[in-house]
């Protein structure tokens, strides 16, 4: 594992290549730049390292896409208490991820990926009444905060209840980067509290984001060209390997 402490050529071009990649399934599907990311990294350093990496470019990656339409305000003002407990969940959560053994926590980020992409393949889209918002949105917030802060990834479970909201397809795409933008800032000030930070690791977090935003770009020409439920089945694939390979690991 690389322990950061040179800015290496081969560190360089395996963040080129992460958040490049990362970027192109985010261009594509609106979503996954942080799971990738945190799955690939995470092969090769601590989780607690790859998440604060992943900071800058998922919060440019993610404000992009959350402004990126006219219902910012108007989603805003219908998940705020889920947005809250997300915020107080993953400043809870990121201690774990301070305090656990890196291969314990890329252990659970394993399981994590392997739980998404699971329940992404195998479970059908739900359809979640107004009427139960009031209490569920709080209780999915807290959930998704806990394993932000302890895994990094933000996906489950709000990603398969924002798309349960019954959201047109603009608004859904703008709930995800909203969800997203929120649990990166959270994780960023769970991090920062912990004292988790260090000023190698936000200059990565910066030259990440110029691989992510020309992978957002060429996501956006790919998405063009290919079937979105075919690229989002060998993604979902992906992600399983990459589960698979960070849970089963030796311990060493």
């Known amino acids: ?50 998440a604060a990496i992943l900071i800058i ?3 440019v990656t993610n ?14 003002r219908r998940l705020w208490a889920m947005m809250l407990c997300i915020v107080i969940g993953t400043l809870l959560g990121a201690r774990l991820l301070v305090i656990v053994d890196p291969i314990l926590s890329g252990r659970a980020l394993g399981l994590a990926l392997i739980a998404y992409a699971i329940t992404a393949l195998f479970l059908p889209t ?37 798309q ?27 991090l920062f509290t912990q004292g988790a930070f260090r000023l190698d690791q936000l200059s990565l977090s910066l030259l990440a984001v110029f691989p992510a935003l020309i992978g957002m770009w060429l996501g956006a020409i790919v998405r063009q060209k290919i079937s979105p439920k075919t690229f989002r089945h060998c993604f979902l694939l992906f992600l399983v390997i990459l589960g698979l390979e960070l849970t089963l690991r030796p311990f060493s």
């Open 164 to 190: 349960a909201l019954g959201l047109q397809k603009d608004e859904l795409v703008q709930a995800l980067g909203l969800s997203f933008t929120v649990s990166t800032v959270a994780l960023a000030g769970g």
């Open 57 to 59: 470019p998922s919060f």
């Open 126 to 162: 739900l359809s979640i009444p107004k009427r139960l918002e009031s209490w569920l949105s709080p209780l999915i917030g807290i959930v998704t905060g806990l394993l932000t802060g302890a895994t990094g990834v933000f996906t489950l479970p709000a990603v398969p209840y924002v």
């Open 1 to 50: 594992m690389h322990t950061m402490n040179t800015l290496n050529l081969e560190l360089i071009c395996i963040l080129f290549a992460t958040f490049l990649g990362a970027g192109i399934v985010k261009g594509v599907s609106g979503m996954g730049l942080p799971t990738v990311a945190m799955g690939v990294l995470g092969a090769t350093m601590s989780p607690l390292t790859a």
């Open 63 to 76: 404000v992009w896409q959350m402004l990126a339409g006219r219902d910012t305000f108007r989603l805003l």
